[in-house]
């Protein structure tokens, strides 16, 4: 995993969805009960990937959101498309 | 009890300014027949959006007005002055104070807010003079201004369910007897801030909006809908020609989620229900309902199931949204489609909802079952008993009924003693120089309540401390929610500048990257009453949830009107709260206002104050409610009053009157005197003018130098959080919490008071623009 791309996505989660940074490791379930994300919250991550990466995940399978991780080789096999 | 006549509610008068037109009778005759205002957008930047869609009035502010004021004030004005002409109120220096101005509102001064930022991020700078311009707390007292109003003002800012939460207000308020008539309706103007925020949300349809038709998304638009409300003895009395009755109407909460409605659409029900019973209707009374009819696919799935569900046994009901042709004025909606629902009762014509094709007719065919949806084209009927419908950001419900002709509806109003049984304080304790007190909220604080990071970070500051401060009442007053009270609990919370650093922090962001570039993420906390609607979400409370925007004296208005709900009949207990935040974007703006000071109550050396944050609430309960449940009593809230003299907003000189007006009518609803009080718990703030006007009205009203306590001096001026909190301190003396002396204010002068005798401390606090609030708390 590229921890570069992880930690730019890392800290974007943090300043844009105000989730506390020690709660949140890479492999965190973003939509499960702990940290709970929701529809609302994928729009934003989606604006936020577009934004860093210039990667468009409009219409990604949900399994690609699943933690940082997932995001991360979303990005990295998406980069320079 | 009362007779039928005491308890009629008429509309005397109509204003209506919008994208079909400027007056109401070029509105009227566009939405029944069925002509749209929806067009391109003109005044917001679409680029990179895939919306460009909008209903905007086509005066520009400079048509609307000379007078500068934020679109929102100007809009509202217009249709303030065509209703007010259309009632033939001639508002005398005899009867001003009995017709008050009550407003909704969910953007406040967007356009100014746009445009000081705009200013700022091109040229450097920015005009302070726009930042007066910016709350929502300007619109109701620039209209009571404009015409010379002093009853009491509100501006209702419960987003889309504003303009119908007003209406109903008022209707409550001169039942009550606390007015002859109101100015009352809505007013949004188009924004840039509403347009980024639902395109990030994707809520916007790409073409106009089509509600119970292809709802894939709004099309906002603005505007405002004002009906002067008047009680009907008061409109005999001067010869007034009658639109029609106003009877019940009903408020009630999701607590669901903070931008979906309940997809089982109870909250609605429960609205529409209310509504429905207190006018003393049955379902298959109602001719006609002007639906919330937003167009997107929540709402319209949610909204088909409430009127299914109610009304699949009436056999003559018509169903419209007139967002089809008005698009969503969002805080001005309701009142839009009152007035209109006010034409479809007076006219007996029912305006369509329109949009939809022939194979769109086939499909609706499908979905309405025996419900007319009145597509494309008017419908001629009898309409004697409509509803109209408004659902919002924050799971807030509201529904009113017209009708034709006079009908006797149920009394539910009490006279029960109402007490405070809990208390939940967030103030400031540190003090940063140039930034104010400031209150700290940790991670202890969200365990303590089981409030989860998932839910917790979704809030803005505004938002965090309206949800501990309230959960700390609930636990404070040993208060759990469940099915078997989740109805019968409601809430008010008063704010001065509402959730600002979260709308500002939206708007940056909108002027700096372009209107594409705003945040979902934040967008649905810009609104104001999404405070309160994160802790009735948490809470589970579902009765009636509104926020008011009425500057500092909002937080002790908030218990002015809890008492009025109470004994409205409509709940047993009521959490009312005054909420403020104290961030570095408050304080920069209070401080280009030049109102930033290190000063301490009546210092009385220069203006200017050190600016406070907090969220403090109350529990106010009927007794018979306290009773049962063997609840501990503070304090009983024994008397309440709300007075306006209208100045400029901004300013307090000249409308002192008001403030001798609140403590003495409040002592009135008390069934005391003046000379009854033992102590005022006051408003000082440090601020020389604020200071000199509280102490020279006391001393002309108590003729006395009475013991005054100031709760700024340690928590700072935290605006609503401080009124609220005057009163806790009260109730808290008043309980003997505080032991048998305090440090008070005599004439201005430091002394410790014996405080062991007293009986009733009496509560008061004012409002930039001549707002004011007193409370009357006495021993339990």
Not at chain 2, 3 to 22: E, K, P, Q, Y
Not at chain 2, 89 to 94: E, G, K, L, M, Q
Not at chain 2, 278 to 305: C, M, P, Q, R, V
Not at chain 2, 372 to 388: E, G, H, L
């Amino acid at each position: 995993m590229n921890t570069e791309i992880a930690e730019k996505i890392k800290n974007m989660l943090v300043e844009n969805l105000r989730i506390p940074a020690d709660e949140l490791e890479y492999t965190s379930e973003l939509f499960g009960d702990d940290i709970g994300l929701d529809s609302i919250d994928s729009i934003e991550i989606i604006a936020g990937i577009d934004n860093l990466f210039g990667v468009q995940m409009t219409g990604a399978a949900r399994e690609n959101f699943q933690t940082i991780e997932t995001l991360t080789k979303y990005v990295e096999d998406h980069m320079g498309e | 009890m009362s007779n039928m006549s005491d308890r009629r509610i008429v509309v005397t008068g109509l204003g209506l300014i919008c994208a079909l037109g400027d007056g109401t009778d070029k509105c009227w005759s566009a939405a029944s027949n069925g002509i749209t205002g929806i067009r391109e957008v003109q005044s917001v930047s679409t680029e990179g959006c895939y919306a460009n869609k909008g209903a905007e009035v086509a005066e520009s502010s400079e048509q609307l007005s000379s007078e500068d004021y934020d679109r929102s004030s100007l809009l509202c004005i217009k249709a303030a002055g065509e209703a007010l002409a259309d009632a033939g109120y001639t508002v005398t220096a005899d009867n001003s104070n009995r017709i008050g101005v009550i407003v909704g509102n969910c953007v406040g001064g967007a356009a100014s807010i746009d445009k000081y930022y705009t200013d700022e991020f091109k040229t450097g700078s920015a005009k302070p003079s726009d930042i007066l311009r910016m709350p929502a707390a300007a619109i109701a007292n620039n209209v009571a201004k404009h015409f010379g109003l002093n009853g009491a003002t509100a501006n209702i800012v419960n987003a889309c369910a504003a303009g119908t939460m007003s209406l109903s207000y008022a209707a409550d308020l001169i039942r009550a007897g606390k007015a002859d008539a109101f100015v009352a309706g809505g007013s949004d103007s188009f924004s840039s801030l509403a347009f980024a925020g639902f395109h990030a949300l994707h809520a916007l349809a790409a073409d106009a909006c089509s509600p119970f038709n292809h709802s894939n998304g709004i099309t906002l638009g603005e505007g405002a809908g004002i009906l002067i409300v008047e009680s009907y003895e008061h409109a005999k009395a001067r010869g007034a020609k009658i639109y029609c009755e106003i009877l019940g109407s009903g408020v009630s909460s999701d607590a669901h989620h903070i931008t979906a409605p309940r997809p089982d659409g109870q909250g609605q029900m429960s609205a529409i229900r209310r509504a429905v019973k207190t006018s003393g209707l049955e379902f298959t009374d109602i001719d006609y309902i002007n639906a919330h009819g937003t167009g997107t696919a929540k709402n319209d799935e949610a909204e088909f199931l409430s009127l299914h569900t109610l009304f699949d046994e009436n056999k003559h009901l018509s169903v419209s949204s007139t967002k089809s042709m008005t698009g969503h004025c969002l805080g001005a909606a309701g009142s839009i489609e009152a007035v209109l629902t006010v034409k479809s009762v007076c006219e007996d014509v029912v305006p369509p909802t329109i949009g939809y094709s022939d194979e769109d007719l086939a499909v609706l065919k499908e979905k309405a079952g025996e419900i007319d949806f009145v597509p494309n084209t008017k419908r001629k009927k009898p309409v004697n008993y409509a509803v109209s419908n408004s659902f919002a950001f924050g799971g807030n419900n509201a529904s009113i009924v017209f009708a034709k002709k006079p009908h006797e509806i149920p009394d539910n109003t009490n006279s029960e003693k109402l007490y405070i049984t809990g208390i939940g304080e967030v103030v400031g304790n540190t003090e940063e120089e140039g930034k104010g007190i400031r209150a700290s909220i940790t991670s202890d604080d969200y365990k303590e309540h089981g409030i989860k990071m998932a839910f917790y970070r979704k809030l803005d500051r505004f938002s965090q401390i309206q949800l501990i401060s309230g959960m700390r009442a609930l636990a404070d007053g040993k208060i759990t929610i469940d099915e078997s009270n989740e109805n019968d609990i409601g809430i008010v919370v008063g704010t001065s500048d509402g959730p600002m650093t979260e709308i500002v922090g939206f708007q940056k962001a909108v002027v700096e990257g372009g209107t594409a570039n705003g945040s979902a993420f934040s967008f649905p906390n810009t609104v104001y009453n999404a405070a309160g609607g994160y802790f009735s979400i948490f809470a589970g409370i579902k009765g009636y949830n509104v926020t008011v925007a009425n500057s500092v004296q909002a937080g002790l208005q908030s218990i002015c009107y809890a008492a009025d709900v109470l004994h409205n009949g409509s709940e047993n207990i009521m959490v009312a709260s005054g909420t403020d935040e104290n961030t570095d974007v408050d304080a920069e703006l209070y401080g280009k206002l030049g109102l930033l000071a290190e000063t301490k109550p009546y210092s009385l050396e220069k203006p200017g104050f050190v600016l406070g944050e907090g969220s403090v609430s109350l529990i106010v309960e009927k007794a018979s409610s306290a009773e049962k449940r063997g609840a501990e009593k503070y304090a009983e809230v024994a008397g309440c009053a709300m007075t306006h003299h209208a100045v400029e907003f901004g300013t307090v000189s000249g409308s002192e009157d008001a403030l001798a007006k609140a403590i003495e009518s409040a002592c009135a609803d008390a069934g005391i005197s003046v000379s009854d009080i033992d102590a005022v718990s006051g408003f000082a703030n440090g601020h020389k003018t604020i200071d000199e006007l509280e102490l020279s009205t006391y001393k002309k009203v108590f003729g006395r130098d009475i013991p005054v306590f100031a709760v700024r001096e340690t928590i700072g001026e935290a605006r609503a959080a401080a009124g609220t909190e005057q009163a806790a301190y009260a109730a808290k003396l008043l309980a003997g919490k505080l032991g048998s002396t305090a440090k008070a204010y005599i004439g201005g002068k430091a002394a410790d008071v014996d405080v062991s005798g007293y009986k009733y401390v009496l509560a008061a606090a004012w409002g930039a623009g001549g707002s004011y609030s007193a409370v009357v708390l006495k021993k339990a």
